[in-house]
């Protein structure tokens, strides 16, 4: 017999995830590795964020960590098994790792990172794929593959979207590991909190954004936003243009516009949306 989703998150071993008020939680927990990733943390993650988006009950997801720190990147166990592996090996785990970046990019629903700690290397990674970050002023970060031979292969491919290619360059050419006032001026982060106010401010934004907006319209601008890099001007415009007149006909924009006509307050998670 086949486990329910909601078995399988109760066997998690280095994830957790819980909804709370709409705001689906996921934790890394493996706080006595600093969190750091390997093939079962990474198969976790990807089932903790498919439920998440296919929970009714959540409308916006958070990441954050147990312990110290957010991330610390690969584990050192877990690289040095890395060595023994053939390159399909290498390819496939790659793509393991690849496959979590793009479902976290492209989920439906909006992702915060909560950054408590430091954040390095496929921790970094994590941090700044999330469509919003806050972290606390302690928090380093980092993109430091280069220092052991390595290289930021996968993340590349995000920051040049997210942050232009001279300061992706500055990043993972240097491998320097900065601030998170530097993080937050470079564009990875969005925002910073005290340690002891952190969980709230995350809270309230993803409250806010519960109550204020529509989930629909949050999902369509999310996804749009990943698709029209990849156009060409014309086709991007003409897909823009689709996408408007598509919304027109939505359900949520006929409610939005009918209470702003109205003058009246309109409270999305009340309304369903």
């Given at each position: 017999?086949e486990?329910?989703?909601t078995?399988?998150l109760?066997a998690?071993r280095?994830v957790r995830?819980?909804c ?20 079962d943390?990474v198969s ?6 498919e439920?998440?988006e296919?929970d009714?009950?959540?409308k916006v997801?958070?990441l954050?960590?147990a ?8 584990d050192?166990?877990?690289?040095q098994e890395?060595?023994g592996f053939?390159?399909t090996?290498n390819?496939?785990?790659s793509?393991?790792?690849m496959?979590?970046f793009?479902?976290?990019y492209?989920l ?8 408590q700690?430091?954040a ?7 941090a700044?794929?999330?469509?919003f970050?806050f ?5 380093k ?5 280069v220092?052991?031979?390595?290289i930021?292969a996968i ?5 040049l979207r997210k942050i232009g290619?001279?300061r992706t ?5 240097t491998?320097?590991?900065?601030s998170?006032q ?8 969005n ?5 002891e106010?952190l969980?709230?401010m ?5 409250r806010r ?8 319209s949050?999902?369509t601008?999310k996804?749009m936003?990943a698709?029209?890099p990849?156009?060409p001007?014309e086709e991007s415009?003409r ?5 408007n007149?598509?919304a027109?006909?939505?359900n ?10 109205n003058?009246?307050k309109?409270?999305w998670?009340?309304?369903g949306?």
């Open positions: 017999m486990n329910t989703p078995e399988d109760q998690l280095y995830y819980e709370q008020a709409a705001v689906g939680y996921i934790t890394l927990n493996r706080p006595e590795k600093r969190n750091a990733l390997n093939s943390m976790e993650l990807k089932l903790a964020f439920y998440a296919d009714e009950t959540c997801v958070v954050r960590a312990g110290d720190a957010f991330c610390a990147g690969a050192l166990a877990y690289i890395l060595q053939s390159y090996d390819l496939s785990d793509t393991h790792l496959q979590l793009h479902q976290i492209t439906k629903k909006v992702v915060i990172g909560q950054v700690g430091h390095l290397a496929g921790g970094c990674g994590l700044s794929i999330c469509d970050a972290a606390v002023p302690e928090a970060f980092g993109y430091t593959e220092k052991i031979g390595f930021p993340v590349s491919v995000f920051l290619e001279a360059k500055h990043l993972l050419l491998g320097d590991v900065i998170a530097a993080a937050l001026d470079f564009g990875l982060i925002f910073l909190a005290p340690k106010e969980a709230e995350v809270r309230a934004f993803a954004l519960c109550v204020e907006n529509s989930a629909q949050m999902e601008t996804e936003l698709r029209i990849e156009m001007l415009l897909y823009a243009a689709q996408m007149a598509e027109r006909g939505s949520d924009c006929r409610r939005g516009i009918a209470a702003f006509l003058k009246e309109i409270i998670e009340d309304a949306a």
